[in-house]
């Protein structure tokens, strides 16, 4: 008889080790370990920052300015291949913004208790992403002074901006989709801004107290908070398979060779959750291993479902691409043959076969053990040779594809020059705003948790102990 009774606390401490929602702390200390990661900057942060600063002054805004002077000219950009590494980016950027909707909005609507302690820290890589992307838009257009074309305003003339234009499309797609989503992403930060500004004190507590919005927690506030949030989870997901489709459609639109596909829509919507996924889980690696209490937080279990999730959309990404290549491959098309068979073996053929290995291979040799996706650093680095293998998939539909068409007298080989500066100067950016935010808002949306836990309950049913959830309202 003691034996078992021992056995059985044994289990319920393994379970309450192994899952967040079972490990409640005092609401004051969970609070003060939130609000502690935020304080805690160490020498090691401000080096790694004024790096990236550095990085992004240098390979942003120096390289864009030196663009602007010169002309598109500096730029590898040239007949066949108008289209470069800025519009690679543009849809490799939108594309990691599509974890944080997913993630927060998708999981939410399906009441995914996991995805309570990292949904932040997703919907900040959404909003971020959007503004590299809307950088990359802005360095193709080379003359940026002019943006102002894009926009769909009657003017002086009657002249209306050109609505043919794919960028036109991408303007109205990110515009949509980021001021969604930055709505999405302060609607549950205010009690977390509230909860900050009752432990602040100086200019911090002026901001928190401003972005709060007089937010004290009443039954009535929180009704109209929840009810908000379940209206733009509704919403914002249309929004983010919409935007992901109108990218697509800047390519299938055309009648390129290796373009004309009609399941473009979701092979895009898919490669973006794929990347997304993959940049979610390296951010919570990344937090986890350098911010103070985030271990609490974060936990084995959440690589391991996030894992899950990686896994069953490698898996779809690689039937939707061997969907497309079969399809192009048999069409009959003798140019978009000729294309298929330069990615191969072309020049850049090592990127096709990459590509494969980092977005299906890999993946699948790693994330069907439940040890290994529980291991963050490995199931980590499994979500950065994603990201590898997905900008590879667009730097292959993108210039390589363009080299080949029905005029061959004109085919070249894309050479970046300028590109690349400026494509690490937003990856520098976008992590500069990450380190920002870390330590200006709370990265772990506390009341989420503390809900979550609330709601999660320890029952003996026998010999048996179950986890039950209950509704809260």
Same mark, same amino acid.
């Given at each position: 008889?003691t034996d078992h009774?021992?056995?059985?606390e044994?289990?319920e401490a393994?379970?309450?080790?192994k899952?967040?929602?079972?490990d409640?702390?005092?609401?004051?200390r969970?609070n003060?370990?939130v609000m502690?990661?935020m304080r805690?900057i160490t020498?090691?942060?401000?080096?790694v920052f004024g790096?990236l600063?550095a990085?992004s002054?240098?390979?942003l805004?120096?390289?864009?300015g030196?663009?602007?002077a010169?002309?598109?000219g500096?730029?590898?950009?040239n007949?066949?291949?108008?289209?470069?590494?800025?519009?690679v980016n543009t849809v490799?950027?939108i594309g990691?913004?599509h974890?944080g909707t997913?993630?927060?909005?998708?999981?939410?609507v399906f009441?995914?208790?996991?995805?309570?302690?990292?949904?932040r820290?997703?919907?900040l890589?959404?909003?971020?992403?959007?503004?590299?992307?809307?950088?990359s838009?802005f360095?193709?257009?080379?003359r940026?002074w002019?943006?102002y074309?894009?926009?769909?305003?009657?003017?002086?003339r009657?002249?209306?901006p050109?609505?043919h234009?794919?960028l +036109? #499309? @991408?303007?109205?797609a990110? =515009?949509?989709?980021i001021?969604g !989503? /930055?709505?999405?992403?302060?609607?549950?930060?205010?009690?977390d801004m509230?909860m900050?500004?009752d432990r602040s004190?100086?200019?911090?507590?002026t901001l928190?107290?401003i972005?709060?919005?007089?937010?004290?927690?009443?039954?009535g506030?929180w009704?109209?908070?929840r009810?908000a949030?379940?209206i733009?989870a509704f919403?914002?997901?249309?929004?983010?398979?919409?935007?992901?489709t109108?990218? +697509? #459609? @800047?390519f299938?639109?055309? =009648?390129r060779?290796g373009?004309? !596909? /009609?399941?473009?829509?979701p092979?895009f919507?898919i490669?973006a959750?794929?990347?997304?996924?993959?940049a979610v889980?390296?951010?919570l690696a990344?937090?986890?291993?350098?911010m103070?209490h985030?271990?609490y937080f974060?936990?084995?279990?959440?690589?391991d479902?996030?894992g899950?999730?990686m896994?069953i959309i490698s898996?779809t990404w690689?039937y939707?691409?061997?969907?497309?290549y079969?399809?192009? #491959?048999?069409?009959?098309?003798?140019?978009?043959k000729?294309l298929?068979?330069?990615h191969?073996?072309g020049?850049?053929g090592w990127?096709?076969?990459a590509m494969?290995?980092?977005?299906?291979?890999i993946?699948?040799?790693?994330l069907?053990?439940?040890?290994?996706r529980?291991?963050p650093?490995l199931v980590s680095t499994?979500?950065?040779?994603?990201n590898?293998?997905?900008w590879?998939?667009r730097?292959?539909?993108?210039?390589?594809?363009?080299t080949?068409?029905r005029?061959?007298?004109?085919?070249?080989?894309?050479?970046?020059?300028i590109?690349?500066p400026l494509?690490?100067?937003?990856?520098?950016?976008?992590?500069l705003?990450?380190m920002?935010?870390?330590?200006l808002?709370p990265l772990i949306?506390?009341?989420e948790?503390?809900?979550?836990?609330?709601?999660?309950?320890?029952k003996?049913?026998g010999?048996e102990?179950?986890v039950t959830?209950?509704?809260l309202e």
């Open positions: 008889m009774k021992n056995h059985a044994h289990a393994h379970l309450r080790e899952h967040l929602m079972l409640p702390l005092p609401r004051g969970m003060e370990m502690e990661s805690h020498w090691k942060f401000w080096v790096i600063a990085i002054a240098y390979g805004f120096y390289s864009w030196v663009m602007i010169e002309g598109l500096v730029a590898g950009v007949r066949p291949v108008y289209w470069g590494i800025f519009l490799f950027w990691i913004s974890a997913f993630i927060s909005a998708i999981l939410r009441k995914a208790e996991f995805r309570r302690p990292f949904t820290a997703a919907e890589m959404t909003t971020f992403g959007l503004v590299q992307a809307g950088f838009i360095m193709h257009m080379g940026v002019l943006s074309w894009l926009m769909p305003y009657p003017n002086q009657l002249l209306w050109n609505l234009s794919p +036109s #499309w @991408d303007l109205l990110i =515009t949509t989709y001021l !989503s /930055t709505m999405y992403l302060f609607l549950p930060l205010i009690p509230a900050a500004r004190t100086g200019w911090r507590k928190y107290k972005l709060a919005l007089g937010f004290r927690g009443t039954e506030e009704t109209h908070l009810n949030m379940n733009f919403a914002i997901i249309p929004v983010m398979f919409s935007v992901h109108i990218v +697509s #459609w @800047d299938a639109a055309a =009648t060779p373009w004309s !596909s /009609t399941i473009f829509g092979y919507v490669g959750l794929h990347s997304g996924m993959g889980i390296t951010v990344i937090i986890r291993g350098t103070k985030m271990k974060i936990r084995p279990e959440h690589f479902a996030i899950k999730l896994l898996m690689a939707f691409f061997f969907n497309d079969m399809v192009q #491959w048999y069409g009959g098309d003798k140019w978009t000729q298929l068979h330069f191969e073996a020049p850049m990127m096709w076969f494969l290995v980092c977005n299906v291979v993946p699948w040799a790693i069907w053990n439940p040890k290994w529980s291991t650093w499994v979500g950065i040779i994603i590898v293998g997905m590879f998939e730097y292959i539909i993108v210039p390589i594809s363009l080949i068409n005029m061959p007298f004109t085919w070249r080989m894309y050479q970046p020059g590109e690349i494509g690490i100067g937003t990856l520098a950016f976008f992590a705003l990450y920002a935010a870390s330590k808002i949306p506390v009341w948790v503390q809900e979550g836990q609330m709601a999660h309950e320890l003996k049913f010999r102990t179950v959830v209950s509704e």
